[in-house]
């Protein structure tokens, strides 16, 4: 190698030992690390002793059942070895406790003062018409609360034994039990539960009685860990997981999700409210009087074998007082995404105390979401409290806002009849100018719309007001729990897909796209669809013009491709469509009976002939004729340049 090859070599190697020297952590740094090295080796050395206590205790509490007086003694002192001050919980016999009303039951286990179960007597789940819909049960959900002891021990609250304490009625009718874990002192921790008379929102506190003798020092938070599975409880499941997903809200009113199909987890900085694990049409709602903070959140979705939709987990701490004077204080909903029901408990709330708790109910965009609270579940409650039949309800409605879009939809059927009865003259002008012309055809076309008072923009613009409308049903039809489980003619369940055919083959494309169904209201929907697009094509002539012949099967194509995407959609969706459909294919033949073409191109021929003797240039005209002298300025100072 050449000199310059090893000047290059040592300047590189120069260039790295600077790198490394300037980059090399210092002693506080690395003792930083190390520390936190440790740290984190101590808690996991930690956990998996508590992991083997765990173990342990339950081998003991077996052994308790069968132990004989020469035993006992042995247990006992391997209990309090494992346990410390908590022995006296860890050893017992599980017991269940019920606090229900006409909303919820709940079933309360002593193992862990834990919710085992949590019912509601008012729904059903899907192909269920016995048993009340249940929430969880069991090992479906699990709420833990971490305790680290004094002499260094990490205890499980849901490997401990509570002891039940007499169910009190308050005041107020409310239902209240208290779970006590012991301590081989006098200092215990409550659990107290307290279920109103006729509520979905439970109470629950944690009450410490001078614990701060048996826990760490300086303890003044708890470690929450909270699991879910969420179980399949409607038909479509496709459908169910799109609106499945974990929801929570930081302190104020801002509320974020986690992702609805894949796997997300998200470790959230802030302040939290509220955390909701959500389903279609149910949810389980952690709520802390307090905040949430460092809060890890997980979904998971879940295999269709499995017969659950997601695994939702969270680990956050929480304010604790292990002297007693300041109860840790929560609400648990459990109950249906009502929008009237959730939106009730921030009546008569100030602002900043508010839950927003209705926002759990998607609604669309905002301007969709504002048509949907003001107008459309306002017409829904009015017409459902009038005590008709939920396909009547639906057809009402369909009717009223049919009649409220009526001016916009009216508009733009003249406007289009107004270019349709025009087109003769706007061929002869297409004839007279060849497309090298185009400027003077443009010209001559924005002339004669002058002319005859006809603005291209005036079918769009009605259009574009009704489209919010349009939206809103689109996404309140989904989330109306009031549909789920009503039958109308042949659908058996309003809010999920009423398949009139089904097959178990997987059909590649179609059993992706389409499913292993085919729903009715959705085929009557595309039937009706490809039927009003038919009656439209018969006023529009296509010529030998080949982009004209190909938008116009572009338009047969359109409900088919409708199809495909509805067929999973509730069916009250597509009946609301279908008779939307229906009332807009009627409105079209009115219209074309009320405005005759000979009428109404007489009608501008008449204002054609005003205009040309008192001209008058609205502001969209004259602004697209000032356009096009610029275009044409423009083109001639480019022809005059490429002259030169």
């Given at each position: 190698?050449d000199?310059?090859?090893?000047?290059?070599?040592?300047?590189?190697?120069?260039?790295?030992?600077?790198?490394?020297?300037?980059?090399?952590?210092?002693?506080?740094?690395?003792?930083?690390?190390?520390?936190?090295?440790?740290?984190?080796?101590?808690?996991?050395?930690?956990?998996?002793?508590?992991?083997?206590?765990?173990?342990?205790?339950?081998?003991?509490?077996?052994?308790?059942?069968?132990?004989?007086?020469?035993?006992?003694?042995?247990?006992?002192?391997?209990?309090?070895?494992?346990?410390?001050?908590f022995?006296?919980?860890?050893?017992?016999?599980?017991?269940?406790?019920?606090?229900?009303?006409?909303?919820?039951?709940?079933?309360?286990?002593?193992?862990?003062?834990?919710?085992?179960?949590?019912?509601?007597?008012?729904?059903?789940?899907?192909?269920d018409?016995?048993?009340?819909?249940?929430?969880?049960?069991?090992?479906?959900?699990?709420l833990?609360?971490?305790?680290?002891?004094?002499?260094?021990?990490?205890?499980?609250?849901?490997?401990?034994?509570?002891?039940?304490?007499?169910?009190?009625?308050?005041?107020?009718?409310?239902?209240?039990?208290?779970?006590?874990?012991?301590?081989?002192t006098?200092?215990a921790?409550?659990?107290?539960?307290?279920?109103?008379?006729?509520?979905?929102?439970?109470?629950?506190?944690?009450?410490?009685?001078?614990?701060?003798q048996?826990?760490a020092?300086?303890?003044?938070?708890?470690?929450?860990?909270?699991?879910?599975?969420?179980?399949?409880?409607?038909?479509?499941?496709?459908?169910?997981?799109?609106?499945a997903?974990?929801?929570?809200?930081?302190?104020?009113?801002d509320i974020?999700?986690?992702?609805?199909?894949?796997?997300d987890?998200k470790?959230?900085?802030?302040?939290?409210?509220?955390?909701?694990?959500?389903?279609?049409?149910?949810?389980?709602?952690?709520?802390?009087?307090?905040?949430?903070?460092?809060?890890?959140?997980?979904?998971?979705?879940?295999?269709?074998t499995s017969g659950?939709?997601?695994?939702?987990?969270?680990?956050?701490s929480?304010?604790?007082?292990?002297?007693?004077?300041?109860?840790?204080?929560?609400?648990?909903?459990?109950?249906?995404?009502?929008?009237?029901?959730?939106?009730?408990?921030?009546?008569?709330?100030?602002?900043?105390?508010?839950?927003?708790?209705?926002?759990?109910?998607?609604?669309?965009?905002?301007?969709?979401?504002?048509?949907?609270?003001?107008?459309?579940?306002?017409?829904?409650?009015?017409?459902m409290?009038?005590?008709m039949?939920?396909?009547?309800?639906?057809l009402?409605?369909?009717?009223v806002?049919?009649l409220?879009?009526?001016?916009f939809?009216?508009?733009?059927?003249?406007?289009?009849?107004?270019?349709?009865?025009?087109?003769?003259?706007?061929?002869?002008?297409?004839?007279?100018?060849?497309?090298?012309?185009?400027?003077?055809?443009?010209?001559?076309?924005?002339?004669?719309?002058?002319?005859?008072?006809?603005?291209?923009?005036?079918?769009c613009?009605?259009?574009?007001?009704?489209?919010?409308?349009?939206?809103?049903?689109?996404?309140?039809?989904?989330?109306?729990?009031?549909?789920?489980?009503?039958?109308?003619?042949?659908?058996?369940?309003?809010?999920?897909?009423?398949?009139?055919?089904?097959?178990?083959?997987?059909?590649?494309?179609?059993?992706?796209?389409?499913?292993?169904?085919?729903?009715?209201f959705?085929?009557?929907?595309?039937?009706?669809?490809?039927?009003?697009?038919?009656?439209?094509?018969?006023?529009?002539?296509?010529?030998?013009?080949?982009?004209?012949?190909?938008?116009?099967?572009?338009?047969?194509?359109?409900?088919?491709?409708?199809?495909?995407?509805?067929?999973?959609?509730?069916a009250?969706?597509?009946?609301?469509?279908f008779?939307?459909?229906?009332?807009?294919?009627?409105?079209?033949?009115?219209?074309?009976?009320?405005i005759?073409?000979?009428?109404?191109?007489?009608?501008?021929?008449?204002?054609?002939?005003?205009?040309?003797?008192?001209?008058?240039?609205?502001?969209?005209?004259?602004?697209?004729?000032?356009?096009?002298?610029?275009?044409?300025?423009?083109?001639?100072?480019?022809?005059?340049?490429?002259?030169?």
């Amino acid at each position: 190698m050449d000199k310059n090859t090893w000047i290059g070599f040592g300047l590189i190697a120069v260039i790295i030992i600077a790198f490394s020297l300037i980059n090399r952590p210092s002693k506080e740094e690395l003792e930083r690390r190390r520390h936190y090295q440790d740290s984190v080796a101590y808690v996991q050395q930690l956990e998996y002793e508590a992991q083997k206590a765990a173990q342990a205790a339950e081998q003991l509490n077996q052994q308790a059942v069968q132990a004989t007086d020469n035993t006992t003694a042995d247990l006992q002192q391997q209990v309090e070895a494992l346990y410390g001050a908590f022995a006296p919980a860890a050893i017992g016999e599980e017991q269940f406790l019920t606090l229900e009303n006409s909303k919820v039951r709940l079933l309360i286990t002593t193992k862990g003062g834990r919710i085992w179960q949590a019912q509601l007597p008012e729904y059903k789940a899907y192909g269920d018409t016995i048993n009340s819909l249940s929430l969880f049960a069991g090992d479906e959900a699990m709420l833990d609360f971490v305790l680290i002891t004094a002499n260094n021990r990490i205890l499980h609250t849901k490997d401990l034994y509570f002891e039940p304490l007499p169910i009190v009625l308050t005041a107020d009718g409310a239902q209240q039990l208290t779970l006590r874990l012991h301590t081989d002192t006098d200092a215990a921790i409550d659990f107290i539960y307290t279920l109103p008379a006729d509520d979905y929102m439970l109470r629950f506190n944690i009450q410490a009685n001078g614990v701060q003798q048996v826990l760490a020092q300086n303890t003044n938070y708890l470690e929450m860990h909270w699991n879910q599975l969420i179980p399949q409880q409607e038909r479509g499941r496709k459908f169910e997981e799109r609106y499945a997903t974990l929801q929570y809200m930081y302190k104020g009113d801002d509320i974020e999700n986690l992702s609805e199909s894949k796997n997300d987890h998200k470790q959230v900085a802030g302040r939290l409210r509220w955390i909701a694990y959500k389903d279609q049409f149910f949810s389980t709602v952690f709520i802390a009087d307090d905040a949430l903070t460092s809060a890890q959140l997980s979904s998971t979705p879940m295999p269709k074998t499995s017969g659950y939709i997601k695994n939702y987990q969270t680990k956050a701490s929480l304010a604790f007082d292990p002297n007693g004077i300041q109860p840790t204080s929560f609400r648990f909903y459990l109950g249906p995404n009502h929008y009237n029901i959730l939106k009730a408990y921030d009546k008569g709330v100030e602002k900043a105390d508010r839950l927003y708790l209705k926002r759990l109910v998607p609604l669309g965009w905002k301007i969709v979401a504002w048509i949907n609270m003001i107008l459309v579940i306002p017409m829904f409650d009015l017409f459902m409290s009038w005590g008709m039949h939920i396909g009547l309800v639906i057809l009402l409605m369909t009717l009223v806002i049919k009649l409220i879009i009526l001016p916009f939809t009216f508009t733009s059927y003249r406007s289009t009849a107004k270019m349709r009865v025009l087109k003769p003259q706007i061929d002869a002008i297409n004839e007279k100018y060849p497309p090298e012309k185009m400027q003077e055809r443009q010209q001559a076309t924005m002339a004669l719309y002058q002319k005859a008072g006809v603005s291209p923009m005036s079918g769009c613009l009605p259009m574009l007001f009704q489209l919010p409308i349009v939206m809103a049903m689109f996404w309140f039809f989904p989330t109306a729990i009031e549909l789920r489980g009503q039958s109308f003619l042949w659908a058996e369940d309003l809010s999920a897909y009423d398949a009139i055919l089904t097959w178990n083959a997987n059909i590649p494309l179609i059993s992706w796209f389409f499913g292993n169904h085919l729903s009715l209201f959705c085929l009557l929907m595309t039937v009706t669809n490809i039927l009003y697009t038919w009656i439209n094509m018969q006023t529009q002539a296509t010529g030998n013009d080949p982009s004209a012949k190909v938008m116009k099967w572009m338009m047969y194509l359109m409900p088919i491709f409708f199809m495909y995407i509805f067929n999973d959609y509730a069916a009250g969706l597509s009946y609301y469509y279908f008779v939307s459909l229906l009332m807009t294919i009627l409105q079209t033949y009115i219209f074309r009976w009320s405005i005759d073409d000979k009428k109404l191109l007489k009608q501008m021929e008449a204002k054609a002939a005003k205009n040309a003797a008192k001209p008058k240039k609205s502001g969209l005209m004259a602004r697209l004729e000032k356009m096009q002298r610029e275009q044409q300025a423009y083109a001639r100072e480019q022809a005059k340049k490429r002259s030169r």
